[in-house]
Each structure stands twice: as C-alpha cells, then as structure tokens.
C-alpha cells in the first residue's frame, strides 16, 4: 500500500484538551496511564524496544481504528485491513487518527514518485483529456494508457519496465585475447571446466587452445548463442575426455538466461548479472509506455518527458497552463484540450501540491524516479506532504520517526510541517529518537528506563523543557548536550591505503573522483539526495563486489548482500579503480528485512538456533526418543504442529466480517507438537527457549558456547531485549541491520574486509546509537575498513574521516565539497558544507536547530 493509512474515529463530545490512555498493556506496557495534550506536538521518546511505539501505535492508533470500524456496516468491514483490538482500559478526548508509518519492505521497481504520491493519476488524466493528440489518432486515450503498469499503456517490447537487457559477445567474452581453454568466455562457470567441458568442445570440433578472437565466427556464434540447446554425446579418444559426456550443450547466453529465470539462488544470479548488458528500450526509449501514448503532449511535452523533469522545474512548466482563466474557442481543436477548463483545474492542483513537495527540499526528485533509489527521508517526506495536501483538521497524527534518514538541515523544514499540521487544528504525535525534534515539541512522553521486560513504564510527561534531570531517563542525557563523548574526542586513526575511484557516472554523480580511506572508519555525510548511498551502496559496493567474487569467490562471504536496491536500473561506470588490492572480503549491512514471512525469524537467522536445536537432540530424552536435531525444527514434518504447520496461528473466517488470525487451537501458539514439547532442557521446551528475551537466553544457553557467541553480539548492539522467535515481518529496518551486523561480528573473519552501512543509526535511540558505535570502532580496531552513510553528528564525530557530498540534492548535488577529519569540516562555514556548522555545534555540545 503506497498511500498513507488513515483511519477516522470518533472523538468523544466532551474533553478537557487532552488524550487520556488508562491501563495499557499493550506488548511489554505494565498497565500505565497517561494524558498527552491535544493541539500540541507530543514526542514519544525512549530507547529501542521501550514500548513507546507500542504506546503511540498499538494502544492510541489501534483504538481510534476499533473505534472507526465500529460504525462501519459488517459486511463492509470484511473489505477493510483490520488492525488488532488493543490492550488498554479506556481512552477518552481521542480525535480522528491518521497514522504515517515507516514502510519495512522492499518497494517494487515498478513503485516510483509519482504513484507514492498519486500525481501519477493526475498527470495521466492531464494528457487524457487536455493533451494534444496527433492528427491521425483514432480518439482519445483512456488515462490507463498512459501508465506502464496496465496492460493498456505498458510497452509490448519491454512490458512497462523501460529498460532492455541482452547478452553480447562483448559480455560474454570480455577478454578476446584469451583462448577457451584459459577462461576466455567468462559467463561459463569455472565448475564447467573440471566436468571436461574444454574437452567436450575440443571433440566437437572447437579449438580451445587459440585466442578466442582468432576462432571461426561461426564457432564463435554457435558457442555463444546457440538457442536450441542440443543434447551431445561426446566418447573418449585420444585420451582428451576422461569419461563418455551425455548431456544437453548449454551455450554461453542459455546458461546466463537459464540462470537468471530459473535459479533460486540469489549468488547465482548475482554471479551472471554482469554478463547482461542492459539498456534503455528501443521502442519506447525508456518510457515504458506505448508509442500511442508518447505521442501525446501537454505544453509541448510528452508524459515520459514531464515525468522525468524535477519537480521543481514541471511545477514551473505547468504554471502558465494552471493561471490560464478565461480560456478562448480560438485555442480549442479536435485534437487539443490545451486550453480547457478541465485543463487549468487539473494543472492548478498538480502546481499546487508539486509546490508542497518543494517547500520539503524534494524539488530535485521527479515523478518517474522509482521509489526502492530513495532514501528514507525522501519517503516519508513525501508521504507528509500528502497528508499537508489533504486539509484534515482536528484529527491526531502519529508518525513513525519522521525525521528517520533527514540530514540536520533538513530537519528544519520538517518542523516547520509539524508545526503547520498543529496550526491548522491538529494533533500530532512523533515516535522520534531525534533530539532536536523532541527538543521543540510541545509535550513529551518518555517511556522505559530501559526496553523490552525492563521498559514499559512511564518516566516522564510533560512539558519538554521538565525532563531535563528526570532520574531514570535515558534520554535527558542526550537532551542537554554537555560537550563530546570519549570516542568523538579520540584522534583520528591513520589510513593504511586508499581505495581511489575516478570518472564514477550513476544517478547524479557525474564524473566524481572519490578516496575512501582504507583501514578506517569514514562518514559519508550530505543533504538528501546528495548522492551518499549512490557512491556507497551502488557504486562502492558494485566495484569491490566485483573485484572480491573473481578474487575470492568464497561462498557465503564474498559479496555478501552487496546488490544495491536499484540494481539494474542504472548501471555504475568507473573509469578507473586503485587499490582494490587492498580488499579481501565486502559486507554491506542494510535495512532490507530479514526474512519475508513469520518463519524466518532472529534465531534462524543468525545461526543460533542450529546450536539450540543440537542442544535439545542431545538431551537423554530426545536419545531415548531417537529425536535427531531435525525434529526440533518448526518448518519440518514430524516435530511441528501439522494443525498451523508449525507457524503457531491459524486464519479464523468469521461471517460477513474479515478473516483474523488467532493461535493455534492444538499447540495454543507453540508451534510443535506434544512430543517433541515433551522433550525438556534444563527444564524448558524448545518453546519456552524461542519466547526468551536475548538477554534471558544468554544466562539459560551460557552453557552453549555457539549460542553464546551469537547471543553475546546481539547484546552488545542493544538488541537483547527481541525474542529469539521474534517474526522477521516484526523488526523495524534499524533491528534487521543490526541483527545482521550481529551475525557478522560473530563470524571467524579472514582477511581485510570492506563494511558498507547505509544509515545504520536509523531509528536508534542516542544510548542505542553509543552501542552501534562501539561495535563500529571495534570492527576497524580489529584491522578492516567501515564507511558508513551517516547524518546522525554523533557517529560523524566520532568517525575518522569524513566525505562530504552536496552542495544540494538531485541535480544540485553529487559533488564532493569537503573531506578531512571531523574537525577539519567542522572548521569550513556553511557555504562550503552545510554540514560543517550542525558537526561544529555537536562538537561543541549545543543544538544548532534550536
């Protein structure tokens, strides 16, 4: 779902100006009352796992969406997403409620600006009943053909998609002067070679010991592009093939093919991708739309090209169209709706709400730009400006980390729209971790002290100004800046080396020459849009990835995780690249979920499930059962619960009311059957073992020293309070990277190894944040290289080196201003890095927003 949920409920007809909750237990909430203003911006504040989130959704949005979905009719209830009914006493003064949450999963490709804010549908009515058609045109197009996502409007050739990949004997041979037998088609799997596939080719009668450019062309063709995919039978002579070779030939381009439809594993897949060269369609150009649409314009642009202009500059474009008053019968054709009322009504409102989105510095983005290439920032901006665009009054917001993935500067104007949204007569209440966000709220509520069983409780209410001194409050610390933390103080290491990239050409980085120092720890700082993630997780990870999986091609290390989310969509050029010699192994931690449904959860993924389950098969029960450490697994047959196959629920279908989930009516939500939950250790089942918290588990499996290492980690980055059997579809994006993080930390490393984070700091607390950082440092104490795409000041600070990009976003970006240590950009003014004084005053320990 790309637009924003509301929900309107109704409020009581009596309050006294405040939001009263009364016994919530939501989660790990321990029964708490509470009053939150009305008319005010409430900041929800406390460290990961707290239960403010649990408060502010699960309790007071939950409630407003029960209470709305009571006046619906039954049968249309069923139609409608149903949330869970919540655990709380009563809760009066609650206003219609509209919640802007952060959305965990990947976007799909086909997901862009223009359909997350729906200006899509209004620009496509725009050139359906305003463009101007050609002369020879059957009639006008309905708004559906003007979308690559129907089937109406999609291109034939590409199917929507814009863009058109092949293979090349250039892909596929990338080195001619190479023979066969010396590797010189490269798409073919080095495995190939030890099945006797030289040998095979050589009997076929195929030279394999002449360069590759001196070869027959129809050698060369049939080797490479052999579609049909003949079945030979090769018999051993002359001693050339070691046994008789039955099977089906697979050319250079069917093998890549095949791999990429066919093969389910993602190695493989990233294995073959380079060997496809891709490229805008050539029937469409990269539209992806039919040539029947493109042929239409508005203002003498086709939609591709509207599409593609930044917002900025279309808002200016259509201007002129949206202040058109009095339109005249002279500027009216058979052909043309230039010039209508229904055009400058459909023009004035896209100027109008185009104007919203560069008010929140989105000028540089445009409408065809795909949402999985923007950061977080950018999306919930966007998202905000939607509702600004709305003109709700008197209803509650609640915002999931608004400030999530902003740089400093950018903070500023999402203030300015939470105060817009209060001033227009409503509420709005942030989950924020940001210090200079919850410093300029109105009220703020701190839960904790600390998270999971040991949060849960109310710390402080009030006004923002009180909490300053509250005891038990991790937050007050980090409210009143003092001065810098020891590891911001430390001095800077010293590179070991230099990666130097030169001539990079992606998105809007054109022609940049970047250094990243080796054996660091360096911050990638800029405004949204700058072009950090694009040089870090596109084009970094792209080049190293490259160099580490033909280097050393260690299954399960090299290149783990490294595609980029728009992989594909825009190809990174290097002109050259130094110091790769350097690199042994890459690992890019990002926020990508880790598993898509409920089975994969923070035990499976991080391996210490396997030592558990081990644990459990060597118990004297489970010998004497002849229970193996299979049967302890709940995704297979025999220990699971058959009623739920093991996923602990089951879907109940009510009449005229939508289906619901509850636990599991045999196993009541413990996934496995009798027996094998009657199978103890240490007097737990393998049930109790997944409901323990990460730091109950560490004091029961202590004894397992493979568990331990994993549960060790997952502590030492704040994330003891998360079940083991914690659902992956349950962790937000900052607890997945940090899980990951985790599981890398316990591995045996070998060699120097690249770390790419990309906003790891992303809804961590400020004491969750010292945490982060400390495993940081250690990773580069323990001799590799971190770079991390950073806008929290207390991670640049404490970095040893900073690269700076800017000066703005989008176009206006994509250039290097500034690099040097912390103290070297704090010292430039702000017209040589808007970064430069939000570090300067972090360093000096006062906000520079307030």
């Given amino acids: 779902m790309e637009s924003p949920e509301s929900v309107l409920a109704p409020s009581t007809s009596t309050h006294d100006g405040f939001v009263r909750v009364r016994g919530a237990s939501e989660n790990n909430l321990r029964g708490i009352d509470v009053d939150c203003p009305r008319d005010a911006v409430v900041a929800f504040t406390g460290v990961s796992g707290s239960g403010k989130s649990s408060l502010a959704f699960g309790t007071i949005y939950a409630e407003a969406q029960r209470r709305y979905l009571e006046s619906v009719a039954p049968y249309a209830r069923r139609l409608i997403q149903q949330g869970h009914t919540p655990h709380v006493e009563s809760i009066t003064g609650l206003p219609p409620a509209v919640a802007l949450q952060q959305r965990r999963g990947t976007p799909s490709v086909r997901s862009t600006v223009g359909t997350l804010t729906t200006l899509s549908n209004s620009v496509r009515m725009l050139y359906s009943r305003a463009g101007t058609y050609p002369a020879d045109a059957a009639g006008r197009l309905e708004s559906d053909a003007f979308s690559p996502n129907t089937a109406a409007g999609a291109c034939p050739r590409c199917h929507g998609l814009g863009i058109a990949r092949d293979v090349t004997e250039q892909s596929l041979v990338p080195d001619p002067s190479l023979s066969i037998r010396e590797g010189a088609i490269a798409a073919w799997p080095g495995a190939w070679q030890g099945k006797n596939l030289r040998d095979v080719v050589s009997e076929l009668g195929h030279d394999i010991d002449v360069p590759w450019r001196d070869l027959p062309e129809e050698s060369r063709r049939w080797l490479l592009f052999t579609e049909e995919q ?22 250079a381009k069917s093998y890549v093919l095949h791999t990429l439809h066919d093969s389910k594993s993602q190695q493989m897949r990233d294995r073959v991708l380079p060997f496809m060269e891709s490229g805008p369609c050539g029937l469409c150009g990269g539209a992806g739309l039919r040539p029947e649409a493109l042929a239409v314009t508005f203002a003498g642009l086709s939609i591709a090209e509207a599409n593609a202009l930044p917002l900025a500059d279309l808002a200016a474009h259509l201007k002129p169209a949206a202040t058109f008053e009095h339109p005249a019968a002279a500027h009216r054709s058979a052909t043309s709706g230039e010039g209508t009322e229904v055009s400058v009504t459909i023009s004035r409102d896209l100027v109008q709400r185009l104007g919203i989105l560069v008010e929140l510095g989105l000028g540089y983005l445009s409408l065809s730009r795909a949402t999985p290439t923007l950061s977080p920032g950018e999306m919930q901006r966007l998202r905000i400006a939607t509702q600004l665009r709305s003109g709700l009054f008197g209803v509650v917001y609640v915002l999931d980390e608004p400030s999530a993935g902003l740089h400093p500067a950018d903070v500023e104007p999402l203030l300015a729209v939470l105060e817009a949204l209060k001033d227009a007569g409503n509420t709005v209440f942030v989950v924020e971790h940001n210090m200079d966000v919850v410093q300029r709220s109105d009220w703020i509520v701190d839960v904790g002290p600390l998270a999971g069983e040991g949060g849960g409780t109310i710390i402080y209410s009030g006004p923002a100004a009180g909490l300053a001194g509250v005891p038990g409050s991790l937050t007050a610390p980090f409210l009143t800046r003092s001065g810098p933390s020891d590891a911001e103080q430390a001095e800077p290491r010293t590179p070991s080396a230099w990666l130097r990239l030169t001539g990079i050409h992606r998105h809007n980085l054109a022609g940049l020459d970047a250094d990243i120092p080796v054996g660091v720890l360096t911050a990638v700082t800029g405004v949204s849009g700058s072009g950090k993630s694009t040089l870090v997780s596109a ?36 002109a050259d690249i130094q110091g790769l010699e350097f690199i042994d192994r890459l690992v890019s931690v990002n926020q990508k979920p880790i598993g898509r449904t409920p089975r994969s959860n923070l035990a499976t993924y991080t391996g210490l499930f396997d030592a558990v389950r081990k644990a459990f098969a060597a118990t004297p029960e489970a010998k004497s059962r002849g229970f193996g450490a299979g049967r302890f697994s709940f995704n297979v047959q025999g220990g699971r619960c058959e009623t739920c196959q093991g996923e602990g629920f089951v879907s109940v279908e009510l009449l005229f009311l939508p289906g619901s989930y509850g636990p599991c009516p045999t196993c009541n939500g413990a996934r496995y059957n009798e027996e094998t939950l009657a199978v103890p250790l240490d007097g737990r089942s ?50 997945a990277q940090r899980i990951k993080l985790a599981t890398e930390l316990q591995r045996a490393r070998r060699g120097h190894t690249l770390y790419l984070l990309d906003e790891p700091t ?18 580069v104490d323990a001799g590799n290289t971190v770079v991390v795409v950073e806008h929290t000041m207390a991670v640049v600070a404490a970095a040893d080196w900073v690269i700076d990009l800017g000066p703005g976003g989008g176009s206006a970006g994509g250039t290097i201003v500034a690099t040097g240590t912390p103290r070297d950009i704090a010292a430039l003014d702000a017209a040589t890095s808007i970064t430069a004084p939000y570090l300067a005053a972090h360093l000096e320990g006062r906000r520079l927003t307030v």
């Fill in 230 to 251: 003949p079945v030979v039978e090769v018999i051993p002579q002359r001693d050339r093939v070691a046994k008789p070779y039955k099977g089906r030939f697979w050319s």
């Fill in 539 to 574: 084009v970094l990870a792209d080049a190293v990835g490259a160099h580490v999986r033909n280097d050393t091609p260690t299954e399960g290390e090299a290149g783990d995780d490294v595609a980029p989310e728009d992989s594909g969509t825009a190809a990174s050029v290097v």
């Fill in 686 to 735: 393998i049930a109790d073992v997944l409901a323990m918290t990460v730091d109950d588990a560490a004091v029961f499996l202590s004894g397992i020293p493979a568990a331990g290492r994993s549960l060790a980690t997952l502590r030492e980055v704040g994330l003891g309070y998360l079940r083991l059997g914690q659902p992956a579809t349950e962790l937000s994006g900052g607890e």
């Fill in 762 to 779: 992303t809804g961590l607390h400020p004491a969750d944040v010292v945490l982060l950082l400390a495993q940081l440092r250690k990773l």
